[in-house]
């Protein structure tokens, strides 16, 4: 009996030892977000950022398939937390872009049903953005992308009923910019805006399609997806047509061939097609453009009267008084060079400057912090600003899949890309900010850079 009695007191002391934390003896949560080491890990205090996550409405061809399984437990995780205040996505959370040529964007639907369907796509992915917005714990807040610059804030709603959707005024929904609660410091954007090539292009195209604002990147982006679901070689390739600059002293056509040539390396060096260049393949029918393009619909040539360099589509953009207007209408507070901007789209230390540039050198703005997305590249530097005050710039990277045109090519998928930034006060105290970029290979938190600074 005494054995019997003393091992019910060894039992006893386990569970209770089990049961108990060092902290007020509250249960040790497993939940990664809950155990951060620079946070108190007591309260609702952290800000998710993830973006580009690239959510197509065709699995088939999709820059995000491999990754799904992995967004759905990150998301279940973000959801299960009992310290995550905020989850902001920060835009391409959609792609209205990534399309193979020759597919309509919207076959025999409308916006809406694009919505739908990529919804019914990855079901799992919205049923928990959905269930997190339903409990009311923390609150999602989505920022439009340039992949999703289209999309209507009552059809974002039909997929998300209830986010918090952060866009510029309503004639501008294709951009915008969210400031976490009880943080103006804070500014959390897409940053296509600065992008030549994706930036909203108003009245770009009127005589072929009034009132069309989708910029070059659109076109891009549907060629792009063609290289991959049709592939070829880079030998194979068919070749872009020579272009020359007859006057490099005309600012115009020498911008034109600043575009031309980011073009010519991006198809002889990056995606490569086997169509004809002439073929009409390019199926439109999405924001007010209804005809089928060729690829050098959209590339500059030669004008065979003068050897200028012309272009059926986008022809009137390349001056820098044509660029100062659109980033006015874009909402960017300091115009850019033409040139770099362009240039930039492809060299894209350019567009994370911005945040430097149009931020933290803005006298009139108080913002210390900056997160941007779109080129897919995670990263954190650090900034002064006009005060000698210490800023820090943050991109939240992707989760499309790492792609390939080689469907048997062994790629460790679960360990590329999946980046995600945290933002929490260092040890409850609010006016001490950590700014925290992470991967999420092989369903773990990997820590890849953190700095903090003083608000």
């Not at 993830?50 to 999709?62: F, P, R, V």
């Not at 108003?202 to 910029?215: D, F, I, K, R, S």
């Not at 690829?295 to 050897?307: K, V, W």
């Amino acid at each position: 009996m005494r054995k019997f009695n003393f091992m019910l007191m060894m039992l006893a002391s386990v569970f209770t030892m089990g049961s108990c934390s060092s902290n007020n003896d509250d249960p040790v949560s497993t939940n990664p977000f809950d155990n951060i080491t620079e946070s108190s890990n007591k309260e609702r205090d952290k800000i998710v950022i993830i973006s580009d996550l690239h959510l197509g409405n065709d699995l088939a061809y999709s820059e995000n398939v491999k990754h799904l399984k992995r967004l759905e437990e990150f998301l279940g995780e973000v959801r299960s937390s009992g310290t995550v205040k905020e989850l902001v996505i920060g835009g391409d959370m959609f792609d209205e872009w990534y399309i193979p040529t020759r597919l309509d964007s919207y076959p025999n639907g409308s916006q809406a049903d694009f919505i739908k369907k990529s919804v019914k796509a990855n079901q799992g992915v919205f049923d928990l953005l959905n269930g997190i917005i339903k409990d009311g714990k923390i609150k999602l807040t989505y920022v439009p992308g340039n992949h999703d610059m289209g999309f209507t804030p009552e059809n974002v709603n039909l997929a998300l009923p209830g986010v918090n959707q952060a866009r510029d005024p309503k004639d501008k929904f294709g951009i915008g910019t969210y400031r976490p609660d009880d943080y103006p410091q804070i500014a959390i954007e897409h940053g296509h805006r600065y992008d030549f090539f994706n930036a909203i292009a108003p009245n770009a195209n009127e005589a072929e399609a009034p009132g069309a604002t989708l910029p070059p990147g659109y076109f891009f982006a549907r060629i792009a997806a063609n290289s991959f679901t049709d592939p070829t070689t880079k030998d194979a390739a068919t070749k872009v047509p020579e272009v020359k600059l007859q006057d490099p002293s005309n600012p115009e056509q020498y911008s034109k061939n600043v575009y031309y040539s980011l073009w010519k390396h991006v198809l002889e060096e990056v995606i490569f097609v086997k169509d004809n260049f002439s073929e009409p393949i390019i199926k439109t029918n999405v924001g007010n453009f209804t005809k089928t393009y060729s690829i050098n619909d959209i590339m500059p040539t030669n004008n065979p009267s003068d050897g200028s360099i012309q272009m059926k589509l986008y022809n009137n953009l390349f001056t820098q008084a044509s660029w100062d207007a659109r980033t006015k209408y874009n909402n960017v507070p300091f115009p850019t060079n033409i040139n770099k901007a362009i240039a930039g789209s492809l060299n894209t230390e350019f567009l994370d400057d911005q945040s430097d540039e149009q931020y933290f050198k803005n006298a009139t703005s108080n913002t210390r912090i900056v997160v941007f997305g779109h080129t897919h590249k995670p990263m954190i530097k650090t900034f002064t600003n006009v005060l000698g005050q210490d800023c820090i710039y943050a991109n939240s990277g992707t989760w499309e899949d790492q792609k390939t045109r080689d469907k048997n090519a062994a790629i460790d998928q679960d360990n590329l890309k999946m980046d995600f930034v945290i933002i929490s006060p260092v040890n409850s105290d609010r006016k001490k900010l950590r700014v925290s970029l992470f991967n999420y290979h092989g369903g773990k938190h990997v820590p890849v850079d953190s700095k903090s600074l003083d608000l």
